[in-house]
């Protein structure tokens, strides 16, 4: 209970610095940013050697994917269709 009172005011708050006629995609947006970890690197735990080699594996596969980025906001227009 009391995470969701904490993500409700976060999203109240939010909501109240926004502008009345801001665009949804603008909230969107703004959430995103909030859902950013909020550590900095120095308080986080260093990365194990397996964390490191599955890292590695990921980058590399997607510099070796083919197909460029899609934006958030084109994959969300295509969900409305």
Same mark, same amino acid.
């Given at each position: 209970?009391?995470?969701?009172?904490?993500?409700?005011?976060?999203?109240? *708050?939010?909501? !109240?610095? #926004?502008? =009345?006629?801001?665009?949804? &995609?603008? $909230?969107?947006?703004?959430?995103? /940013?909030?859902?950013?970890?909020?550590?900095?690197? *120095?308080?986080? !735990?260093? #990365?194990? =050697?397996?964390?490191?080699? &599955?890292? $590695?594996?990921?980058?590399?596969? /997607?510099?070796?994917?083919?197909?460029?980025?899609?934006?958030?906001? !084109?994959? #969300?227009?295509?969900?409305?269709?």
């Amino acid at each position: 209970m009391e995470i969701t009172m904490g993500v409700k005011n976060t999203i109240r *708050a939010l909501l !109240e610095r #926004l502008p =009345d006629d801001c665009e949804l &995609e603008d $909230a969107i947006d703004q959430l995103c /940013l909030l859902e950013a970890p909020r550590q900095n690197d *120095a308080e986080m !735990e260093p #990365l194990t =050697d397996a964390q490191r080699r &599955e890292l $590695a594996r990921r980058l590399d596969l /997607l510099d070796s994917e083919s197909e460029p980025d899609v934006p958030w906001r !084109e994959v #969300l227009d295509r969900t409305r269709r």
